[in-house]
């Protein structure tokens, strides 16, 4: 089934694509009172001695977990962040964790070391509904924005954003007709965005603007049925969701000569995932069951199924959003 918000910004709760959920939804999570209070740090455990992390995001619970990179013995999570309607979270390659806030509208950056780091500052964004991001370094440089719906529109776009000088503009390609769901950047500084083609919320279409730039240019080779999240593996490579089928899709060459690779089929349905720095692991939430479920990573040859953790996260439908800290590029 297939599902699209056609509903105002100022209802955030009913923004996720794929989860369908509404806004009358039970929030019985372990933060539920605190989810709409401004972002904190709320320390569970501090054996932070390896700052490497996988933050996985719940957004009517309003936090975040952060875990151990290697967790198949299913550890409890190392820290939480109280957050407001977080989707899809990012870290960048110096570990600096990304999250986009669907309740206030606004972007917080938080230091990526020692992991669970502190806030280095925030920015609100006056484009549209923020629910991912991407940025090679988001405490000097410029974070791009997807938002899931533009201001007073039924498509997505991009915003261009810096802590500095919060948000300046933003990137559009008529491509992405519906709602825009990932975003991801490369070593060029080139800016990738999956989205729905049309606002009936079928199809899906990737859109490339070269440097961050000018009107973009749609990828041919898109083979999604769906649009889901974004991610970039160490050899420039594009992983794409698919929450639809479910699958994963790696596409080479991009964005010159992009390759489809795929179907991989997932263990279960997830929106958003991300590759580990090494290239050797993919993990991917899965909402439905309320897990990340963690794969071994082959890049062109696909995934292979290794196993699954959910630590606290002990309500089903809700941790959609996730980042691999440092990221993988």
């Given at each position: ?20 959920a509404s806004a009358s939804s039970p929030n019985t999570g372990l933060l539920s009172s605190t989810t709409m209070a401004p972002p ?162 079928e199809g899906a279409s990737l859109v490339y603007w070269p440097n961050g730039k000018g009107t973009g240019r749609e990828m041919t ?28 899709w790696v596409y080479s060459g991009c964005p010159s000569t992009c390759a489809a690779h795929g179907p991989f089929p997932l263990k ?62």
């Amino acid at each position: 089934m297939r599902c699209m918000s056609a509903v105002a910004l100022a209802t955030p709760a009913l923004a996720l694509l794929s989860g369908c959920a509404s806004a009358s939804s039970p929030n019985t999570g372990l933060l539920s009172s605190t989810t709409m209070a401004p972002p904190a740090w709320v320390r569970i455990r501090n054996d932070a001695s390896d700052a490497r992390a996988v933050y996985v995001s719940s957004f009517y619970q309003g936090t975040i977990l952060g875990f151990s990179p290697a967790n198949d013995r299913n550890r409890p999570p190392r820290c939480s962040l109280s957050s407001s309607y977080p989707n899809d979270i990012a870290s960048d390659p110096q570990g600096n964790l990304i999250v986009p806030e669907g309740g206030p509208l606004t972007v917080v950056v938080y230091a990526g070391s020692p992991t669970c780091g502190p806030e280095i500052g925030s920015f609100s964004d006056p484009y549209g509904y923020p629910t991912d991001a991407a940025s090679r370094n988001a405490a000097t440089g410029i974070i791009y924005i997807g938002n899931f719906e533009a201001r007073n529109q039924l498509y997505g776009d991009v915003a261009v954003c810096s802590l500095s000088g919060g948000c300046t503009t933003r990137l559009a390609n008529v491509a992405i007709g519906g709602a825009l769901i990932g975003v991801a950047v490369d070593r060029r500084g080139g800016v990738y965005a999956s989205g729905q083609t049309a606002q009936s919320g079928e199809g899906a279409s990737l859109v490339y603007w070269p440097n961050g730039k000018g009107t973009g240019r749609e990828m041919t080779a898109f083979k999604n049925a769906s649009p889901g999240g974004l991610d970039i593996d160490a050899t420039g490579n594009i992983l794409a969701l698919d929450p639809v089928a479910p699958a994963l899709w790696v596409y080479s060459g991009c964005p010159s000569t992009c390759a489809a690779h795929g179907p991989f089929p997932l263990k279960g349905t997830a929106e958003f995932g991300k590759v580990n720095e090494q290239n050797s692991i993919f993990e991917a939430a899965d909402y439905p069951l309320g897990q990340v479920d963690v794969y071994a990573y082959h890049g062109t040859a696909g995934i292979a199924y290794k196993y699954s953790y959910n630590s606290g996260m002990n309500v089903a439908g809700e941790f959609k959003g996730i980042a691999r800290s440092p990221a993988a590029h």
